[in-house]
């Protein structure tokens, strides 16, 4: 049974930081892209950032470029997200989430139908 388990969220201050981080069991983690989404209230869940099985290949949206980094540490079989100058519009409840498709890369990685197991979610408030 694939479980995801977020930590790291928080309140901070716009212009800090904070790491998220995900620990997965249940399943052999390396050989599965892994990505981050975040979801505000009233608004759709959005794609914030995925990464292939090997890390080799990152992808992220126009809003998280330069801000935000992805990478995984597959011998612990965690994912981390890395932000940085959060904003306040950064603020949301972020999931993470495990692939579906065996070494998967690529751009459809933004898409959610892409994953099958997420996370419970871990609040993120960005404060002006």
């Known amino acids: 049974q694939v479980q995801l388990v977020e930590s790291g969220g928080g309140l901070v201050q716009a212009g800090g930081s904070l790491r998220l981080s995900c620990a997965a069991s249940?399943?052999?983690?390396?050989?599965?892209?892994m990505g981050w989404f975040r979801q505000a209230p009233g608004k759709e869940r959005e794609f914030v950032a995925a990464i292939n099985w090997n890390g080799g290949q990152t992808y992220y949206p126009d809003s998280a470029k330069d801000r935000f980094t992805i990478s995984r540490d597959n011998a612990k079989n965690t994912v981390y997200l890395q932000m940085n100058s959060l904003k306040p519009e950064d603020t949301a409840v972020y999931y993470c989430?495990?692939?579906?498709?065996?070494?998967?890369?690529?751009?459809?990685?933004?898409?959610?139908?892409?994953?099958?197991?997420w996370g419970q979610g871990t609040q993120v408030t960005v404060s002006s």
């Open positions: 989430a495990a692939g579906r498709r065996l070494f998967a890369s690529g751009s459809g990685l933004q898409r959610t139908d892409e994953y099958n197991s």
């Open positions: 249940g399943y052999i983690f390396s050989r599965y892209a």
